[in-house]
């Protein structure tokens, strides 16, 4: 059961992935049926001010002892080092021996892989810092392209919002769906979204296995123009109908129409900052055909229409 909650702080504490943490677990929500949580916020020495990557500081009430029998201890992002606090490292070994479940948002996973606590185990970290995530900590099992990892006593998240996902999925783990889209609601963001991190990356970087969906996943990038069946990628990949189907919502966390439906939105987002191509011309290089299609999805993930973004971002003056 999740009843307690401590969160790491150290010098270089990054403050928007602290903050996302106290907001799921340390705001007092039992006015809306929310059980409450004993939150903690734990540093080298109580009372002592940790300052963050923005300057400002924030003052633990507690040292590393309040880590110890807390059912979630949580590590938010912050500057990457060398080594850390020894007493850090042996009490979130010590946490995991006690049976806590460990979460780590963004690169937060370095602080859980520098315990040794990741080696065997899967996990993932912002897609930004996986090269040096897996040169740093080869025996960990790394996967870049998801927004989080449960692997049961250990959740680890990717990077920024991608903490708001993991820390609602162990509140709908262990308390339901229906606690977690009360904390939801009052967040103001989804109880779960689809997808991974591939959607943000440019150009992905981190290497993948042979068995990899990532050369199909290519050629279908380089064709969005084109219409995709289940089944004509299903033979592209060489494989049934089925196992395809289950494969690649493993792999990207969606299905192929959602992952191309996405995929298309963000090569408009890039026609409509960096050309004067219309609307309909672009609904057709992306593969939507038409502008009311093209609308439809594009407000669907970006959350405005293409006009209004253009009319935001663009480079160059368009002919929307």
């Not at 003052?59 to 007493?87: I, K, M, Q, S």
């Not at 011309?281 to 609308?295: K, V």
């Amino acid at each position: 059961m999740l009843r307690s909650v401590s969160a790491v702080v150290m010098q270089g504490v990054a403050p928007f992935e602290l903050g996302v943490i106290c907001e799921v677990f340390g705001v007092d929500r039992t006015g809306d049926g929310v059980p409450p949580f004993d939150f903690r916020i734990c540093g080298e020495s109580a009372g002592e001010p940790v300052r963050t990557t923005t300057g400002m500081s924030v003052v633990p009430d507690h040292g590393f002892e309040g880590l110890r029998g807390a059912d979630v201890v949580a590590v938010p992002a912050g500057t990457l080092r060398d080594t850390y606090p020894p007493r850090l490292l042996d009490a979130l070994r010590d946490a995991a021996a006690d049976g806590a479940t460990l979460l780590s948002v963004c690169t937060g996973a370095f602080v859980l892989g520098a315990a040794g606590l990741l080696d065997g185990r899967r996990c993932t970290t912002h897609w930004y810092q996986a090269d040096a995530f897996r040169r740093r900590f080869p025996a960990a099992l790394l996967d870049p392209d998801v927004l989080y990892v449960d692997d049961g006593d250990i959740v680890t998240s990717a990077g920024t919002a991608a903490g708001i996902d993991a820390c609602l999925h162990l509140v709908r783990r262990e308390l339901g769906s229906r606690i977690t889209g009360r904390i939801a609601r009052r967040m103001v963001v989804p109880p779960q979204r689809d997808g991974g991190q591939r959607q943000f990356i440019d150009v992905p970087t981190p290497e993948h296995p042979g068995d990899s969906l990532q050369p199909l996943l290519d050629w279908m990038g380089d064709r969005l123009a084109e219409d995709h069946t289940v089944a004509d990628l299903a033979r592209q990949a060489r494989m049934s109908e089925r196992t395809f189907a289950r494969r690649f919502v493993a792999e990207t966390g969606t299905t192929p129409s959602r992952w191309l439906a996405t995929q298309r939105v963000l090569y408009a987002r890039r026609l409509l900052e960096d050309t004067q191509h219309g609307i309909e011309q672009i609904a057709r290089d992306c593969g939507f055909g038409t502008a009311a299609l093209l609308r439809h999805h594009f407000r669907r993930v970006v959350g405005v229409t293409p006009t209004d973004y253009r009319r935001t971002f663009s480079q160059k003056r368009a002919a929307a």
